[in-house]
């Protein structure tokens, strides 16, 4: 059964349709990917999922419920997190701050309570300070807590990212370029977080990613947008020799855009490094 289904989902930027009458759908307990060059819109669908964009036509319903006219504190309170492309944690608070913050949506007790410190408040804390002392270790950082987000390795900012967004207990999870700016190993590392965190918790992952590697090894569906619009959708292997994937991809002429990633298709061998997000984490 799918956890989400968008319908003609279109948004637009003044005259430029960044995402174009898209029909997507994400089963429950998935694993899937969307893909595209540069500017095919999918971060945007991403923020149109997530209530950070009104959608100019179509719908999106999740768990049977249409949320495209939701706020986006409603969407995440419905549990959808995200992460973004560009990291965004508060630099200058620790790692268990971080996560402190994204349990927001799940702690009980009013701001009343939390200003005069009842009982509750106080049960409260103790709680979210468990919780995120096991997400920190679930992600690995068990130990590095008490650093300033500033302060940690960028493989580390990422997973505290995704420690942040399972704060607030998602049953879909978006991830935007994971593994942007990462070496192979710690892409690696983070591919198999991700396929730990579906089995493990169950979470439907849907995760934008150029770097092929992790794309064709952890997707079980595939979704290519180009300009907006959908331009195939299927298993890795289907979308690996598909005419029009690869006509888009090798159509940009990767090796001559400067900046940007030299994804192609059907190569695994795809070069590291993401579009985006040099080491420093801007403060959201
Ligand atoms: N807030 C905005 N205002 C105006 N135009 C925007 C805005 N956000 C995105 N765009 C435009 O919409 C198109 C899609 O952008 P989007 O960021 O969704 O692409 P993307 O597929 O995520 O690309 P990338 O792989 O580079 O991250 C681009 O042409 C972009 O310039
Ligand atoms: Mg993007």
Redesign the pocket.
Known sequence: MPLLTATAVTKK??G?T??NNLDFEIEQGSIASLI??????????FNCIAGFYQIEAGQIVFDGQPIQRLRRDQIAHLGISRTY?NIRLFANMTAMENILVGQHYHLRSSWIGAVLGTKGVREDEGRAHREARRLLRFVGLQNKGDLLASNLPYGDQRRLEVARALANKPRLLLLD?PTAGMNPAESQQMTEFIRHLRDELGTTILL?E?EMRVVMGISEKITV?HY?QKIAEGTPIQIQTDPLVIEAYLGRGSAGTAGHEATAIPAVEATQGG??AGPTPASA
Not at 36 to 45: C, Q, V
Request: glycine share 22%.
């Open positions: 930027f003044g430029l960044a995402v595209g060059p540069n500017g095919a819109g999918k971060t945007t669908f492309q370029e934008i150029h947008l907006g579009a985006s």
